[in-house]
Structure formats: structure tokens, C-alpha cells
């Protein structure tokens, strides 16, 4: 076998990557570093017994010519050897400029939104990406640059949320192109990763030849070492996390733990576990050093009460003997109900969406939308105050969307109010945003934010009442019926 084949079989096998009925979504530019994953994986498919491996590809045409060339060699490469090829093209420079953020950035969140609809269409695959050993090195120097603790020093992880798994992330630039090289594999070299322009492209041209040069040897190596050393710190302290957890009390979006025991611990041990408190009731991401040290500071004062704010209207509140986590709640005033009605060429119906689902005749593929009624301020409250904040407008209560699209979306349809993780893809807009972005973006205030009723599936934002729609949801010439949905506010008895 290959060195770098059993080098990848290992670290597949040591961390648990793939299991035997898995399907894979490969991530497949064309370049070495994906074309050696493809072809490993190809060569491993019966080994581990996977399903079945696509490859999804992203022109994102800014190189002309050559992005086409990279494209048609990365279908062939598939075509000869029967994996499923997927493309998807971008104008990313284009986006990028309206968007006002760098063509690195948004190409990367259009690759990993594209990876994820092709796995959700092969029924949850795997996401294989081709980090290798530089990439881990060049993470890590970012990472120390601009300030980390151990946790950034741990540095990409080999298996991360979402089914993303790294396979060759033990493996050495070299190594990838010497295999290619011994495969007549031939793949296509972006001449973008030879210039300059991105930071993490001066990292690896200029940077690490340079402390290479002075240090009179390669430094990957050393910081693959202290990355291993600080996942296993890091899994170490997580068993204390694990035991204070036991004993917390975790109920809806509060938990509560005894004062007395979180103050005994160790301020590794201690910051941890309130992360985790959190998480445990929904707050899963944006919390940083300064909320910790605030969370620091209350917990070992002198003080018997007193509570610090935690991002996403989360706060932790120090009670007499208890530290208390949870998430505050906005005092609303209306209920509102969501209905709809189904449209198609054969039949118009209108139903109130409700715990058994949509009734009446009409389609059989009819998804079982859960009752959900929201209490919210007036929507006149909603329209005041700074014009820059969002409206909800009287003549924006009803809104049309694609019938199978919205019952191919896994999850129950229903209305609530913001979440961490919420993402839309706002009209016009090129990829995934968070929901939070959305907001800051459009200068809408913090105490409104949490009023404003949404349409949602999972964690995906159908509909920002009165606002916004969600473009992946909406017809197209495609569309063969349609849904309509508005909101109608409940009298209160």
C-alpha cells in the first residue's frame, strides 16, 4: 500500500471518520491537495465500506480561462473513474464587491453552502475537505498573531461539526504532490496560491520561509506537535467539564449550578464549564474572553448577587448559592398565528396551520406543520423609532413561497423568535448569513430584535415577518405550486 494511502487510512481509522454505509461529499478544485483526497478516497471506498463519494466543485470565474479548464478537468477526472460530479459557478469577485467583504471570505462561505446542499441531497454524507499539515501550521501562526488561548492553539480539528472530516490533515504538502506525481494524476495548479494577495497566501510564501531560513528548519512539524499537545490538554480538562456538568441542572434555556462548587475550580476548569452551561441551553457561539472575564470577576467576588450579560440576550446571574444561566426573556404583549394556503393548478385551499398538520384534500406529500403561536409586541411598535431600523409594513402580511421546497426542507415548519445559529439568505444575497449579521447590518436595535416573529425551519429563516424572505424558498420557473403564508394576530379572551 501507498505510504501516504496508509497514512490516511490511519488517521481516517484513529479518528473515527468515516463509518461503513457513509456517503462522502468530497470538496474537489482540481488542485493537488483535492485531487489526492478524491483519488484516496476513490481507492479506500471498499476498505471502509462507503456508500457511495461525489465531488462537488466551485468555478468561482475569476481567472478566466483557466477556472473553465480547472472545471472541465475536474468533471473528466470524475467522469473516468464514476463519482458523482457536481458544479456550481460564482461570480465571487462580483459578490464580494456588493457585499463589501473579501473574495476569500465569501468564496468560502459559497463553498461550504454548496457542500452542504449536495450532502443533504445524498441523505447527510460526510463533507471531506483537503486540509493538509501546512494548512495546520499556517492556521496556528495566524492564530498566535493575532492572539489565541489553547483552545485556537488546538488549530483545525480533524472532525468538526457538521460531518466535516479532514483525512489528510497528517499529511506533508510533499507527500500530496508525490503522490500525485507517481498516479500521473496531472492536477491543476491556481496560480493565485503563488501570489501574494491573501493573508493566509503571505503566510505560507513569505512568512514561514522566512522563520524556516532563520530557525534553519521547517517548523510544520513543531506546530502539528503543539497542536496534538493542546487537543490533548484540551480533551483532559474536558473530563473535569464533564464531571461539574453531571451535576448541573439543566431545564429548557436555564441551568443552574451550586456557587459554592464552580468557585472551587481551577479558572481552566471554570471557564469551561460556563461555556458549556451555556451551550447546553442554546447559546452556542460569539462568547469571548471579555464575557468570560466579566463571568470571572461576579463569580469570585464577595458579592451575593449580580448577574453579566452574555451575547444574544443570554445572561449569567449570580443567586445567593447558585450560579444561575439563562436566557432572558422579552415581555410581549399580542399572539399571532400562522396560516397558509396551498396553490396549484388544480386546487386552491386555505388552512390554518395546526398540530395534525395542514387539513383538508388536495396534495399527499403535505408536511405536518406544528401549531406555534407567538406573543409579540404591536406591529405599529415595530414600525417606530429610527427609520433605519426594520419595518414591519401593513402591506407585506402575506408572502408566497415554493411549495416543494418548503416540505423538501427537513424539520417542522413553525413561527418563534431568534435563536444562535439562525441563518437566511436574504434576497439578492450571494450565500448563507447569519441572522445576527442581518440585523447589524440593517442597524436594527437590540431590544427589537428579539420582537420580531419568524417563520422558521430548523434553524433556517424562511421569512422575517414583514421584512425579509428567504431566497432559497422562493418560486422559480421551476415552481409548480406555491404556498402562501401570513400571520394573523389571536384576540386575547
Request: glycine share 6%; charged share 35%.
Amino acid at each position: 500500500m501507498n505510504g501516504i494511502i496508509k497514512k490516511i487510512r490511519e488517521t481516517v481509522s484513529r479518528h473515527e471518520m468515516i463509518k461503513a454505509g457513509d456517503s462522502i461529499v468530497a470538496g474537489f478544485s482540481g488542485g493537488p491537495d483535492s485531487t489526492c483526497l478524491l483519488e484516496a478516497l476513490n481507492i479506500l471506498k471498499e476498505d471502509f465500506g462507503i456508500k457511495q463519494i461525489a465531488a462537488v466543485h466551485i468555478n468561482h470565474m475569476y481567472r478566466g480561462e483557466a477556472a473553465f479548464a480547472d472545471e472541465r478537468y475536474s468533471e473528466k477526472f470524475c467522469e473516468e473513474r464514476g463519482i458523482r460530479f457536481f458544479c456550481y459557478r460564482y461570480d465571487v469577485e462580483k459578490l464580494a464587491s456588493e457585499q463589501k467583504k473579501s473574495s476569500e471570505e465569501i468564496g468560502r462561505i459559497l463553498r461550504y453552502e454548496a457542500f452542504a446542499e449536495v450532502a443533504e441531497k445524498l441523505g447527510g454524507a460526510k463533507i471531506a475537505v483537503a486540509h493538509n499539515k501546512e494548512d495546520q501550521a499556517e492556521t496556528l501562526l495566524m492564530r498566535m498573531v493575532r492572539g489565541t488561548g489553547t483552545e485556537g492553539l488546538c488549530g483545525i480539528d480533524y472532525v468538526r461539526e457538521g460531518g466535516i472530516i479532514r483525512p489528510l490533515l497528517d499529511c506533508s504538502r510533499s507527500e500530496i504532490e508525490e503522490f500525485c506525481r507517481e498516479r500521473s494524476l496531472n492536477p491543476c495548479i491556481d496560480k493565485t496560491n503563488l501570489e501574494p494577495i491573501y493573508k493566509r497566501n503571505v503566510v505560507r510564501l513569505r512568512l514561514i520561509p522566512e522563520i524556516n531560513r532563520i530557525m534553519n528548519c521547517s517548523i510544520t512539524e513543531p506546530l502539528a506537535v503543539l497542536s496534538a499537545a493542546a487537543r490533548e490538554d484540551r480533551d483532559f480538562i474536558n473530563t473535569f467539564v464533564e464531571d461539574v456538568m453531571k451535576e448541573s441542572e439543566c431545564r429548557g434555556d436555564s441551568a443552574r449550578l451550586s456557587a459554592e462548587r464552580i468557585r472551587a475550580l481551577h479558572p481552566a476548569v471554570r471557564k469551561r464549564v460556563i461555556v458549556r452551561c451555556f451551550d447546553a441551553i442554546g447559546l452556542k457561539q460569539d462568547i469571548s474572553s471579555v464575557h468570560l472575564e466579566a463571568a470571572e470577576k461576579l463569580i469570585t467576588s464577595k458579592k451575593s448577587t449580580g448577574q453579566t450579560e452574555f451575547p444574544h440576550a443570554y445572561v449569567l446571574k449570580l443567586r445567593y448559592d447558585k450560579i444561575v444561566f439563562e436566557k432572558k426573556h422579552v415581555k410581549l404583549t399580542k399572539n399571532y398565528r400562522l396560516y397558509s394556503r396551498i396553490i396549484s393548478k388544480d386546487y386552491i385551499e386555505d388552512s390554518d396551520i395546526e398540530g395534525c398538520g395542514i387539513s383538508g384534500g388536495g396534495s399527499s406529500e403535505r408536511r405536518a406543520i406544528a401549531e406555534s403561536t407567538v406573543k409579540k409586541r404591536g406591529r405599529e411598535e415595530l414600525c417606530a423609532g429610527n427609520s433605519s431600523n426594520i419595518a414591519v409594513k401593513k402591506t407585506e402580511k402575506k408572502q408566497l413561497f415554493d411549495y416543494e421546497k418548503i416540505t423538501a426542507a427537513p424539520g417542522e415548519m413553525l413561527v418563534r423568535y431568534r435563536q444562535p445559529g439562525d441563518i437566511i439568505s436574504p434576497k439578492g444575497f450571494a450565500g448563507t448569513k447569519k441572522l445576527k449579521d442581518y440585523f447589524i447590518d440593517r442597524k436594527t436595535d437590540r431590544d427589537v430584535r428579539d420582537t420580531i416573529p419568524l417563520v422558521c425551519i430548523g434553524n433556517k429563516v424562511v421569512w422575517i415577518y414583514g421584512c425579509e424572505v428567504n431566497e432559497k424558498f422562493l418560486p422559480d420557473d421551476k415552481t409548480k405550486t406555491l404556498i402562501e403564508l401570513w400571520l394573523e394576530e389571536e384576540k386575547q379572551e
